[in-house]
Each structure stands twice: as structure tokens, then as C-alpha cells.
């Protein structure tokens, strides 16, 4: 079965068990008058609307690539995600309006041995259905279905909290309705700008997963002809979409044949790996000029701010030595490479130095 097949499957499900809880729910916080059962039932309908709006970005996500769109349309899952969150956002508003005035005037309830079962049985359903969704998404990489798991997760502890207030009205005699119903609304909302912050940041581009990136770096390093990988930049053009690209650093005396081969070789081996499409670009460094290297390694490694240097060149004829230096986001660049081009300076006068900056993008 497809990734796509998978979501629009999982989706199905979902759809089919929220609106059999919409439809139990409703009926019991009608017959109870229950406004905290009767907003429970409401939220099972956006989640039922939800998976709708997933399946529909699953399919035009699945759209090949044209002269238009050479990516592909992958990205249409975080608009779908979005869509989403707003959904669960107006009806987190919704939910408040409606709650509210019951914390001051609150309606009597009436529950009984079937209605609590219903409440009961929904409670264990939604909590079955949230981790089924949730494991679907996080096997497939689908954000869209991770967040219907984790709120459907939610839901359910939601729930629960309505059975124990029903609990409470009947042996204590004291209506939590309207608290729990704002209760309620507010996590609805939080969970639903948490949801819309997150696939923002995926939108615009966040960093790269610390695991992923380090794991691609382990295995380009696995090549006996690498010394390091670097600048590791990786672009999501959707959840099965990653293109990106790498520097390594070989030695000066590799033939563009060579080279060519060894970077094709790596770009395959990511691929098979990962499903990363990835570019790899060349440094060369030439070892009798190690010492100079070492010496630049060693006044970089007294500074805190100093993430790393790599691409380390030294130009004879022309005398200059150039190397790449990322420094921590949080530092003044400026001042640190000041400091450290002063250092070497004093150590290495016969050459001139040219400080590339570079970014802390990937780990």
C-alpha cells in the first residue's frame, strides 16, 4: 500500500469512528443536558471534518511534478494542516462562547447508567483510534495525521474528564459543566495555534532534524576518500520531498574523475539510505600545509562562540589562506573573527587570510 493509500485509509477510519461518536454524543449530552458531552460531540465532528480535509491534501500532494511546480506539490499537506488547525481553532472558540455563561447559570443534568456507558465506551474508542492515527503518521512521516492522532489522544483524556464530572454531579450533587466545558475550549485552542505555529515553521523552512542530519554526515564519512562532511542544508519540499546539498573535503590530489565517481557514489548511497536527493560539492585540502591547519584549529578551539572551521585552502602563489568558520547565532561575528584573524595573524604573518562565514544550519 502507497503512503498515499495509507492516509487516505487511515483517514476513512477516522472519519467513520468520529461520526459514530459525534452521533452518541450528541444523543447523550442532549438527553442529559449536558453541554460539556454535547461540545465533546463537536469536536469529534471537525476531527471527522479534519480527516476529510487530509484526505483531499493527500491526493493533490500526490500530483507529479510539471514544468510549474519541477518540486512536485508535497507542500499542499502543510496548507491542509493549517485548514485544519483553524478548524479545531474556531470550534475551540466556539466551544467557549457556549461554555461560558453555564459556569454562572448552569443547567441540571441528568445522567444514567446508559448514558455514562456511551461516555465510557467513547472514552476507550477515541483512545484506541488516536494512537492507530498517531503510529499511521509517524510511520509515514504525515503531519497532517500525527496531529489528528495526538488530538484524538487528547479527546480522549478530555473525555474522561467529562465522565468524572457526570461522577461528581451525581454523587455530590455539584455542576462542573460550564468550568469544564471553558476547560475544555481553551486546550482546544491552544492545541490548535500549537498546530498552526508548528506547520508554519515547516512552511517556512525550520532546521533540519538534528538525527537526520547527522546520520547522513556518519554515512558520507563512511567513504574512505572524506575527511569531513560539511554544510549539510536540506530542503523539505514536502513530506517524501528532501533535496539538499553537501561539501566534503578530499585530498588535493584526486583527478575530476575521481571525484566525480566518489560523488556520484555518495549521492546514491544517501539516497538509498534516506530518500535524500542530495548535491555534493568539493573541498580540497592540501595535508603539507597540516601544521598551518593545526595551528588555526587550535586558536579556533579557545573560543566558545566558535562552532567550527572547515574548508581550510592555503594558495600558495598568491600567498592567502582561506577557510569557512561558523559562529553561533547568539555571538557577535564580527568581534570573534576579528579576534581570531589578529591571532593567526601574529602567528602565520607571511600569508594574507580570507574568513568565509558560514551558518549553523545543520548539526
Known amino acids: 500500500m502507497s503512503r498515499q493509500e495509507r492516509i487516505i485509509k487511515t483517514s476513512i477510519i477516522g472519519i467513520a469512528v468520529n461520526l459514530i461518536l459525534v452521533a452518541f454524543k450528541a444523543f447523550v449530552g442532549i438527553m442529559t443536558n449536558s453541554i460539556a458531552i454535547t461540545m465533546d460531540a463537536v469536536n469529534n465532528l471537525t476531527d471527522a471534518l479534519s480527516s476529510i480535509i487530509t484526505i483531499i491534501g493527500a491526493k493533490l500532494a500526490h500530483r507529479p511534478p510539471n514544468k510549474s511546480h519541477p518540486y512536485g506539490y508535497g507542500r499542499i499537506e502543510y496548507f491542509s494542516s493549517i485548514v485544519i488547525a483553524e478548524i479545531i481553532l474556531l470550534a475551540g472558540i466556539t466551544a467557549l462562547m457556549e461554555s461560558w455563561p453555564k459556569i454562572f447559570t448552569p443547567d441540571v443534568t441528568n445522567y444514567d447508567t ?45 473525555s474522561l474528564s467529562t465522565l468524572a464530572a457526570a461522577l461528581i454531579s451525581i454523587f455530590f450533587h455539584i455542576s462542573l459543566e460550564g468550568i ?48 569531513g562532511a560539511y554544510d549539510l542544508d536540506l530542503h523539505n519540499y514536502g513530506p517524501e520531498e528532501i533535496q539538499g546539498s553537501v561539501h566534503i573535503e578530499i585530498d588535493d590530489s584526486l583527478t575530476a574523475l575521481d571525484i566525480q565517481n566518489l560523488t556520484r557514489r555518495i549521492s546514491m548511497k544517501i539516497y538509498a539510505e534516506f530518500s535524500v536527493k542530495l548535491t555534493v560539492g568539493i573541498y580540497a585540502i592540501n595535508n603539507r600545509f597540516s601544521d598551518i591547519r593545526n595551528d588555526v584549529y587550535e586558536i579556533a578551539s579557545g573560543y566558545e562562540e566558535i562552532i567550527e572551521i572547515h574548508a581550510f585552502i592555503v594558495y600558495e602563489a598568491e600567498k592567502l589562506i582561506t577557510f569557512d568558520l561558523i559562529v553561533d547565532f547568539d555571538a557577535d561575528r564580527e568581534e570573534v573573527k576579528s579576534k581570531m584573524l589578529k591571532e593567526i595573524t601574529r ?9 568565509i562565514d558560514d551558518y549553523d544550519v545543520s548539526d
Open 347 to 355: 602567528k602565520h604573518p607571511e600569508f594574507k587570510y580570507c574568513i
Open 180 to 227: 469544564l466545558g471553558v476547560i475544555i475550549a481553551i486546550v482546544i485552542i491552544k492545541a490548535s495555534i500549537d498546530m498552526i505555529r508548528e506547520t508554519i515553521d515547516s512552511v517556512i523552512g525550520s532546521r533540519a532534524d538534528s538525527e537526520l542530519s547527522t546520520k547522513i554526515k556518519a554515512s558520507i564519512n563512511e567513504f574512505p576518500e572524506v575527511y
Open 114 to 158: 446508559v448514558s455514562l456507558a456511551i461516555v465510557t465506551v467513547a472514552i476507550v474508542v477515541k483512545l484506541a483510534l488516536g494512537y492507530y492515527v498517531k503510529h499511521v503518521g509517524e510511520d509515514i512521516n504525515s503531519q497532517a495525521l500525527i496531529a489528528s492522532g495526538s488530538d484524538a489522544l487528547f479527546d480522549s483524556v478530555l
